[in-house]
């Protein structure tokens, strides 16, 4: 099963663009990634998928244009343009491996994006 | 617009069962997959399990042995059975529609289960 690293933090001032990585274990490249923002005290709500190819089917409810996913070898980015107070949040990434009996779901350890 | 919320005992004692449940708001349970996942204090997140409408389940492997997860189609609920805890599955439970294949979408607000005697 794939291992999905992320960096545990990562800073941005307010108004700037920011870019947070999820990377795909060796060997996964082809995978898709599903991106959650988890606000303080909140539960996780969905943001977008990103396969190799970019964007893949529908952003979640309410998720605004400024965010935007990349995919690149095994990198699948989140990009955030002209961040606000409120996209200080814990963000998680996510994938599914296999079928029937061999089913699961993994996650990245997530990453705090502090607004400065 | 499917709203999810999660209930259940806030402390569970060692070697007990943990049971929760999941009531479904705004929608049916079917044509759909539902999960529970869960966050340990400051940790990440772990997925445990999914139950289909049907009724077929999928597990982590890490916690199959311990874990039950069923629907309660009456009631547009689903339920979350662990049983032995020890102090390491302290954590929030969210559940969550989604599964093989689908992401997770919407997630409930989670509930906090503390193991302790």
């Known amino acids: 099963q794939p291992v999905l690293t992320q960096p545990p933090s990562a800073s941005a001032s307010l108004g700037a663009s920011v870019t947070l990585t999820c990377t795909l274990s060796?060997?996964?490249?082809?995978?898709?990634v599903d991106w959650y923002q988890q606000r303080p005290g909140k539960g996780p709500r969905f943001v977008m998928r990103v396969g190799p190819g970019g964007y893949v089917g529908s952003k979640g409810d309410g998720i605004p244009d400024r965010f935007s996913v990349l995919g690149s070898g095994l990198n699948r980015s989140l990009i955030i343009k002209n961040i606000q107070e409120e996209d200080e949040s814990d963000y998680h990434c996510?994938?599914?491996?296999?079928?029937?009996?061999?089913?699961?779901?993994?996650f990245g350890g997530g990453t705090y994006l502090t607004v400065l | 617009q499917v709203q999810l919320q999660e209930s259940g005992p806030g402390l569970v004692k060692p070697s007990e069962t943990l049971s929760l449940t999941c009531t479904v708001s705004?929608?049916?349970?079917?044509?759909?997959?539902w999960s529970w996942i869960r966050q340990s204090p400051g940790k990440g997140l772990e997925w445990i399990g999914y139950?289909?409408?049907?009724?077929?389940?999928s597990y982590n492997p890490s916690l199959q042995s311990r874990v039950t997860i069923s629907l309660l189609t009456s009631k547009n609920q689903l339920s979350l059975r662990l049983t032995s805890v020890t102090a390491s599955d302290t954590a929030v439970y969210y559940c969550?529609?989604?599964?093989?294949?689908?992401?997770?979408?919407?997630w409930g607000q989670g509930t906090l289960v503390i193991v302790s005697s």
């Open positions: 969550a529609r989604g599964g093989l294949a689908a992401q997770f979408d919407p």
């Open positions: 060796s060997g996964y490249k082809y995978y898709k």
């Open positions: 139950v289909y409408f049907s009724g077929s389940t």
């Open positions: 996510g994938a599914d491996h296999g079928s029937g009996s061999d089913f699961v779901v993994v």
């Open positions: 705004g929608g049916s349970i079917s044509p759909n997959y």
